[in-house]
């Protein structure tokens, strides 16, 4: 079985400079990445200032089922609250969800963060899938990792086939090493031997492994920061990139993943 998967921090559906809403064009640049599952982050529920001061482009239900459309099944995890609406991740399938669950893990009043977990039934097996989308402080996101760890480990068979994906802002890589350790899962760039040159074969041809760096996805305009992840487990990663560009910088201030995947 194979399987086209994309993570994206879609910044609420407005642009990066000033607010208007870009909502469309993301919809149709989620279609051409003609990606089997999506994981989303900073999806917005609901926002009555936006849906009054721009009628005509603000969606009248949740981004999460205006982006799916007819084409995938979608959940959602409300993190953020207020007066005015919500936000929070989401998971698009083309897949059906057996179940869908919402997690709270904010580490501070400031910060509202959850992990969303869904069970995608394909055609040949169950694939636990958990959207994230970690803090800004590094207290938090070591926190907030662990939590994430409990939560795999409490809600999926250690066999089982799984993606974590999202957005870890963790641009120093600190994380990666307790997710593999735990979790036994790789990063869907750790793979990515050629692009990485001469030193990579020097490296696992004398014994010390391979350097592994995640890709750069932030900001969207001259990618440098390497905040968004795939993690997966079961999989073989076939390909894996980093969509950027004119058009996506437009988007959102995160340039997306996509990564072609193998069920081992």
């Known amino acids: 079985m194979k399987l086209r998967i994309a993570t994206y921090n879609i910044h609420k559906g407005v642009s990066t400079l000033g607010s208007m809403p870009r909502i469309h064009g993301l919809k149709q640049a989620l279609v051409s990445m003609e990606a089997d599952i999506l994981f989303l982050q ?21 981004q999460h089922q205006f982006l799916a459309g007819d084409s995938h ?17 989401a998971l698009l399938s083309r897949f059906p969800l057996v179940t869908a ?11 509202a963060r959850g992990i969303l977990h869904c069970v995608v039934k394909t055609e040949q097996c ?18 907030q990792t662990a939590a994430l760890i409990d939560a795999v480990e409490a ?21 990666s090493d307790s997710l593999r350790a735990r979790l ?10 050629p692009s990485r040159g001469f030193g990579t074969y020097l490296r696992m041809l004398s014994g010390r ?38 058009l996506w910088a437009k988007l959102s201030d995160h340039a997306p993943i996509v990564a072609s995947l193998e069920l081992k």
């Open 42 to 62: 900073e999806v917005q529920g609901r926002h009555d200032k936006y849906a009054t001061r721009h009628a005509a482009l603000w969606p009248d239900q949740g």
């Open 73 to 89: 099944y979608a959940a959602y995890g409300m993190n953020a609250v207020y007066d005015h609406g919500h936000h929070g991740n």
């Open 101 to 111: 669950t919402n997690q709270d893990v904010s580490d501070h009043a400031f910060e």
């Open 126 to 143: 169950d694939v636990h899938c958990y959207v994230i989308h970690l803090g800004l402080f590094a207290r938090s996101r070591k926190r």
């Open 155 to 175: 809600s999926s068979p250690p066999d089982a086939p799984l993606i974590i994906a999202g957005d870890f802002n963790d641009w120093t890589n600190q994380l």
């Open 184 to 193: 036994g899962v790789t990063e869907v760039f750790d793979q990515d031997l």
């Open 209 to 246: 492994g391979v350097m592994t760096k995640p890709a750069r996805t932030f900001p969207a305009a001259l990618p440098w920061l390497r905040l968004d992840r795939i993690y997966v487990r079961g999989f073989r990663v076939q390909a894996a990139q980093v969509l950027h560009g004119p």
